[in-house]
């Protein structure tokens, strides 16, 4: 066991991240096993609550369990670190296709271990016709699933777990999975079961007692494993830390935490377990920094801890974030792109009574990510008009490491958002962000935020098609049976209207459906005891347990769109450069022989990013249609549609199902990136001009929350006076009304492209000398110059 | 105090938002055209004379030849498969600019009116507020056009924006005093005091450029000094601790010295001329910094860069 912190020199953090990132990604087949055998010997007997209470329970008393040199925060997900469980009763079919190509492919490889792979094999054919994905597909009408197919839209519940939330995880800090077990039973013992609600009720409970009985045997594993290892461990103080383990692991999450130590381990059982029960992403800490705040300063107080003891904690846990996996098919490894779990971490803001919250812990969180340079947990910030200047530069000093971390949020903006969704002035206060950027209350909400993602350039072609999308041929939309005519850009913008009313209709009816579904087939008791009012409702959080219900579809390709519109209405229809059946033929074509044309669609009619009204005004109006859109609907929990402005990487699958648009985009071309970002390369007038753009969208219809992107050369942030510039940015932003901002500080791989493609960094504003200058406008001598001062400097 | 003349306009080549080395903060970098100065090593060649020209970049050219069919000059024309440029019958009316989708065919240089200057800069106020920026007037020499400059910083000023101005100092000193009521800071370049040397490299007078410096002090401006450090020109101890003297004997505290470059290079290209300057490879990072301790030990703060 390696335990020489002195002699090597290197933190703890520094070999944990080795140690864990030395593992490639791979798959284990150990929970696929426990599983089926779990259904097939019970499915037929017990209600769906507790088939799957029984099947956590068995996963969780039969996984294998790990504890690993130097951890201090124990609880694995699979076999190994950064190996991905197998979810066989959500989908199957396609794994067992991609086994094969899962270690080759082009993105997200897995690496499958032989005796997984024959496992495998074994395995999942048996779910044939009984996975929820089997299901899934015989009750989505044909439209649909022809929709996602040829990806109009793309559903992303149809074959895993809904996830999305942000867990009441105070709730295991005190009083802890024992007092929860115990009010399941004590609900149980009350009922009336003549009463017809009661029979719900039951099983619910009964499922309750199940799991949270199971989780506290699994801490109680790790407990007698850490002794086990204890004994045999030659070093004392590793042999220390190892009895110290197996304390925590007999006391959480069964009682109440009392250090910041126990706090932490009972923290990362809940949120493991709940990624071990289903394989829905974005399992949110939320406000780390608050519920966490009072087992830091405990230990603090009381002289049993001190900064860097505290700081080495939050490293283990840290890591641990980075362990998790989710194994994703072909097409959702390019749509997200990068092993992403979405573990949305958030700190500062203000309190329930809107006094700033602020604390040690939420400076700490920032040390944390700084030190682990790792992808995970999703940091983010909160930020309002009295969130402290030192808070804010120590976030933007961050930001500009170059990690994309933290993401920024406006709680003046969001809010406001959330009490137009119903909830009280102090819930909307208290809230957190799950995933990439959707608000909402936590521990109290299924937002059902795996809602899909609408592809508004597809829309777009389809409307100047008559209904066909261009690129498969097939009659995807309405149709006028008189054929098509564009007198006038009103007669443009009428058709995208009615292409956007029928793929909205579509994209709710495939979400309901799935959300009944994810109901009927697959609630999920664990994640409900961390969700009111799921125990006494006896429903569980894919069944309308939760007090707030919404649905989150989002759309992809706005800047495109809008760009697109503009073009037309300018080019064709005011300035008469081109006929619009001359502008169809030349789309029809992919611009092949028309590159004089498709210039001109790029270059002369205003691009969104660039502070200019009309066409902002454009994007204003198209997003306010598309959310207002959804809105109307309501889904099978009882609660609204509530969409949002993002992409995640979702551009990127779009990529090849869009046809080239009068934006002058080829097809092929990556759509705008983020959600309310400019079209890569068309930014060009620089960040604040991409702000004033972005404000003059109404961020209060974006419900499901609006996500920027923006690109920054290190050199433009760099020094004392380049922070304050970061932080007036996002100061700005936010008193214009924007909800999030995100920064990518680029450093010389980006510039690299920037040379090989500068059509798509025309944005990329670097520091030569005495003044600032576009990256791509000056000669490629002085660009070489320019990259190797950046990565000396950088 | 001169009251500003009614609506003035003037030519500018560029107007960059989000510049962040030109004086405090965030601001809004206004390009004036035209410069009395005639600097080898300029970098903005495009900034140096007072009228439009035309910036033409061969590798975008798609020899579409709508340039062709709206040039009344008949400065370009169709030799094959290519075309053909006539620099000579060019008066940069723009007319193929506005013809050309590819962005090849550019015009350098534009007339506006100083309000619409101000408004454009206005749109950037709350950056400004939330970071001590504001707009910097640079170019070019805008004190050439110093009615215009003149509208353009009053203009900003009484919306409450902070205004900075880059100038070579090379204007009678009336010029100076008007503006002064309106400007809040001078970044005021100083780039030789030999005044053989500054005239052979320059073509100005560097006594004019010193007195001027001196009664903008005198007045109680606030002032830069920056000086771009150009190989073999102004690049050794002895050149540098001459400029920092005169800069300490007025008082000033603060000092930024500014790596030559070749970023212009491509530029003059693209107007048709030559880059002549041939003084040598931009002054190494190592001999920047014992330059700066130089400056630094008459006790002037110091700066790399702006």
């Known amino acids: ?794 | 105090v001169s009251e500003p003349a009614a609506d003035p306009s003037g030519i500018i080549f560029d107007i960059q938002r989000f510049s962040v080395h030109d004086g405090p903060g965030i601001r809004t970098l206004v390009f004036f055209k035209g410069c009395p100065l005639a600097c080898l090593w300029c970098s903005n060649p495009e900034s140096q004379r007072f009228d439009p020209e035309l910036l033409f970049d061969p590798t975008r050219c798609l020899a579409c030849g709508g340039c062709v069919e709206v040039c009344p000059h008949g400065a370009v024309w169709r030799t094959g498969e290519k075309l053909a440029y006539d620099r000579g019958r060019c008066p940069a009316c723009g007319a193929c600019a506005d013809a050309c989708p590819a962005e090849a065919r550019t015009v350098a240089g534009r007339r506006v009116a100083a309000k619409d200057v101000v408004a454009e800069v206005l749109k950037d106020a709350p950056f400004y507020a939330n970071s001590g920026g504001g707009v910097t007037l640079g170019g070019g020499e805008p004190l050439a056009q110093s009615d215009f400059a003149r509208e353009i910083l009053a203009g900003c000023r009484l919306h409450g924006i902070h205004t900075a101005i880059e100038t070579c100092g090379h204007v009678p000193w009336g010029v100076l005093e008007s503006i002064l009521p309106w400007t809040d800071l001078f970044l005021y370049d100083l780039k030789h005091v030999d005044a053989e040397t500054h005239r052979a490299q320059t073509g100005g007078d560097i006594a004019l450029i010193l007195s001027n410096l001196e009664r903008l002090v005198g007045a109680g401006a606030s002032a830069i000094v920056r000086v771009p450090v150009i190989p073999g020109f102004n690049d050794t101890a002895e050149d540098i601790r001459a400029i920092a003297e005169q800069v300490a004997r007025l008082g000033i505290a603060e000092l930024h010295l500014l790596p030559y470059h070749r970023l212009g290079q491509n530029k003059y290209l693209l107007a048709g001329r030559r880059y002549e300057f041939a003084g040598g490879d931009p002054v190494g990072d190592g001999t920047m910094t014992s330059l700066r301790d130089v400056a630094a030990q008459l006790g002037l703060s110091v700066t790399i860069g702006g």
Not at chain 1, 59 to 72: A, T
Not at chain 1, 207 to 216: D, G, L, T
Not at chain 1, 356 to 366: G, I, K, P, Q
């Open chain 1, 1 to 794: 066991m390696d335990s020489t912190i002195a002699v090597s020199g290197e933190t703890r953090a520094t070999r944990l991240r080795r140690c864990v990132m030395a593992h490639e990604p791979s798959v284990c087949h150990e929970r696929a096993a426990i599983v089926t055998d779990c259904y097939e010997r019970l499915a037929g007997t017990l209600p769906p609550i507790l088939l799957r209470a029984h099947a956590l329970a068995a996963v969780l008393d039969r996984m294998s369990i790990v504890i690993g040199p130097d951890e201090l925060i124990v609880g694995n997900q699979a076999s190994r670190p950064r190996s991905a469980p197998i979810f066989p009763e959500y989908s199957w079919e396609w794994i067992l296709e991609e086994l094969d190509t899962l270690p080759t492919r082009a993105a997200d490889r897995y690496a499958v271990p032989p005796e997984s792979r024959e496992a495998l094999q074994g395995i999942l054919p048996r779910w044939r016709g009984k996975s929820f994905r089997d299901r899934a597909v015989h009750a989505l009408p044909e439209d649909v699933l022809r929709s996602h197919q040829s990806l109009l839209f793309l559903l992303t519940s149809m074959g895993c777990g809904v996830g999305h939330l942000a867990p009441d995880y105070a709730r295991v800090l005190t009083p802890g999975l024992s007092a929860i077990a115990r009010e399941a039973r004590e609900r149980l013992t009350a009922l009336d079961l003549t009463d017809p609600g009661a029979i719900r009720k039951r099983d619910f409970c009964q499922a309750a007692v199940v799991v949270a009985e199971a989780a506290i045997r699994f801490a109680g594993r790790f407990a007698e494993r850490a002794e086990q290892m204890a004994a045999a461990e030659a070093c004392p103080d590793r042999q220390a830390e190892l009895l110290e383990i197996a304390r925590i692991c007999r006391k959480v999450p069964a009682r109440p935490a009392e250090t910041f130590a126990e706090a932490l381990q009972a923290f990362w059982f809940v949120h493991l377990i709940i990624q071990i029960e289903a394989n829905g992403h974005s399992i949110s800490p939320g406000r780390f920094d608050q519920y966490m705040s009072p087992f830091y300063e405990a230990d603090r107080t009381g002289g049993r801890l001190d900064r860097d003891g505290a700081l080495e904690l939050l490293d283990c846990l840290w890591v641990k974030f980075n362990e998790v996996m989710k194994l994703r098919d072909k097409t959702a490894s390019i749509g997200f792109g990068g092993y992403p779990l979405f573990q949305n971490l958030i700190v500062g803001g203000q309190g329930v009574d809107g006094r700033d919250a602020t604390n040690e812990l939420s400076y700490l969180c920032l040390d944390a990510t700084r030190r682990a340079r790792l992808p995970q947990p999703s940091l983010s910030v909160r930020v309002y008009r009295e969130t402290p200047p030192d808070f804010l530069r120590a976030a933007s000093e961050l930001a500009r490491e170059g990690l994309g971390l933290p993401a920024f949020f406006n709680d003046d903006a969001i809010v406001p958002v959330l009490q137009n969704m119903g909830v009280p002035l102090e819930e909307a206060r208290g809230y957190a962000e799950v995933g990439c950027v959707e608000p909402q209350v936590p521990g109290k909400t299924n937002g059902y935020y795996p809602a899909g993602f609408l592809n508004l350039g597809k829309v777009l072609t389809m409307a100047l098609h008559n209904g066909t999308d261009p690129v498969t041929g097939k009659q995807l939309g309405p149709a006028d049976p008189e054929g098509q005519g564009f007198a006038c850009y009103g007669d443009i913008v009428a058709a995208l209207d009615r292409q956007l009313d029928h793929v909205t209709r579509l994209l709710v009816t495939g979400d309901n459906i799935l959300d009944e579904l994810h109901g009927q087939l697959a609630p999920n008791p664990f994640v409900s005891l961390f969700v009111d009012d799921c125990l006494a409702r006896g429903l569980a959080y894919e069944q309308g347990g939760a007090v707030y219900n919404y649905t989150g579809p989002n759309s992809v390709g706005l800047a495109n769109v809008a760009d697109a519109l503009m073009a037309i209405k300018r080019l064709v229809f005011a300035e008469r450069h081109i006929e619009m059946d001359a502008l169809l033929a030349m789309l029809d074509q992919d611009f092949a022989g028309h590159e004089g044309g498709r210039l001109l669609l790029l270059n002369r009619a205003p691009k969104y990013g660039n502070d200019n009204e009309e066409v902002d005004g454009i994007a204003r109006e198209l997003a306010t249609r598309i959310l207002t859109g959804f809105k109307q609907y309501r889904n099978p929990r009882g609660g609204r549609f509530e969409p949002g402005l993002q992409s995640i990487s979702a551009h990127a699958l779009f990529r090849d199902a869009v046809a080239a648009t009068p934006d002058g985009r080829p097809a092929k071309m990556l759509l705008a990136d983020g959600g309310i970002s400019p079209a890569q390369g068309r930014d060009r007038r620089g960040p604040t001009a991409v702000i004033r753009s972005a404000a003059r969208l109404d961020h209060r219809e974006a419900s499901n929350g609006t996500l920027l992107n923006i690109k920054l050369s290190p050199q433009s942030v760099a020094g004392e006076a380049g922070l304050e510039n970061l932080v007036a940015l996002i100061r700005t932003y936010f008193q214009l009304g924007g909800q999030h901002v995100q920064f990518n500080v680029i450093n010389s791989a980006i510039l690299r492209e920037a040379q090989r493609h500068p059509e798509k960094h025309r944005d990329l504003v670097v520091r030569v000398a005495g003044f600032s200058v576009l990256f791509t406008t000056i000669d490629p001598v002085l660009q070489e110059d320019i990259i190797e001062r950046t990565e000396h400097r950088v």
